[in-house]
């Protein structure tokens, strides 16, 4: 694999399983440093970094509830402990918000509680994290956040979660035209139906599968490492001119009226 992260520094929300595993350990096997990000438990956190350090590669586990007041100061304030440690600063150069809660429930059973816990963790947190982190993001830095297919065709399941996905496409064409003059670009990836513990409903029995595939072009269903590969894109060089997009990362969900 080409090292084209070497010397980069990436953070990564929600990196123990899943989605951010996979971001986590593709990133770090282009090279970058990679703090990785858990919510609770620890352990879990720690053996992605022994995998990415075994691997040839480096990492550092940081722990911080998203659900909590004050998480986005309680994440850097570990990450910053660590960088000062091992680099002298600060800064670094890649943050991913990925981490995030969709609990499956429709618009009519979603209560105040289940309203705000979705927009604590995968709005709020996710707003005031991307604040701290472009105080310290160096310049041509990266934000990528992970969005969803439902944006652009929401699942009426989980409604509440469909909606509250949109502000990350939106906040991201706000900060590309504010940190553009820093060659900092900003997007987001829209992941369809991904085999994660999220997803366990839906890829866990043959009816969920079938569903899944019947409206996708490509006929399988998305592994976690479909979408690290476009997130590690955008975290790259290569993606230098694409800024204040959403890449859909859905193997083709809902494209035509077909
Ligand atoms: P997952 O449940 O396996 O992972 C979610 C991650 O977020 C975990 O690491 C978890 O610890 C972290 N997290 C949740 N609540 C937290 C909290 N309070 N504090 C700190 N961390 C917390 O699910 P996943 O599929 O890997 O999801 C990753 C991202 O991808 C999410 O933002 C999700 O909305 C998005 N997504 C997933 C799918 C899918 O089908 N799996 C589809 C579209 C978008």
């Known amino acids: 694999m080409s090292k084209s992260l070497s010397g980069k ?13 996979s971001i986590a350990e593709t990133l770090a096997a282009k090279g970058a440093l990679v703090a990785v990000h858990y919510g609770k438990s620890k352990g879990p956190a720690e053996e992605v970094v022994a995998k990415i350090k075994a691997a040839g590669g480096d990492a550092f586990a940081v722990g911080a509830d998203l659900a909590k007041k004050g998480a986005a100061q309680a994440l850097f304030a570990a990450v910053d402990q660590e960088l000062k440690q091992r680099t002298g600063d600060t800064k670094f150069d890649i943050l991913v918000n990925n981490a ?6 429709n618009f009519a059973d979603t209560t105040e509680e289940i309203l705000d816990e979705i927009y604590t963790v995968n709005v709020r947190s996710l707003f005031l994290i991307t604040q701290e982190a472009v105080k310290r993001l160096r310049d041509n830095g ?13 699942l009426p399941a989980v409604a509440a979660y469909s909606m509250l996905k949109a502000p990350l496409d ?45 409206k996708q072009a490509l006929k399988r269903i998305g592994q976690p490492d479909d979408v690290a590969d476009v997130v590690a894109f955008l975290a790259g060089p290569d993606s230098r001119w694409v800024t204040g997009q959403t890449i859909d990362v859905t193997g083709g969900s809902v494209i035509t009226f077909a």
């Open 9 to 21: 520094i990436a953070v990564v929300t929600g990196a123990s399983r899943g989605i951010g595993r």
């Open 100 to 105: 995030g809660i969709a609990p499956f429930v």
């Open 142 to 154: 990266r934000i990528i956040s992970t969005s969803s297919g439902v944006v652009r065709t929401p």
């Open 170 to 214: 939106n906040l991201a064409k706000s900060l590309a035209v504010e940190l553009g003059p820093r060659g900092i670009t900003v997007n987001t990836v829209a992941p369809g139906v991904i085999n994660t513990d999220m997803a366990a409903d839906f890829v866990n029995n043959a009816e969920g599968q079938a569903f899944a595939i019947s």
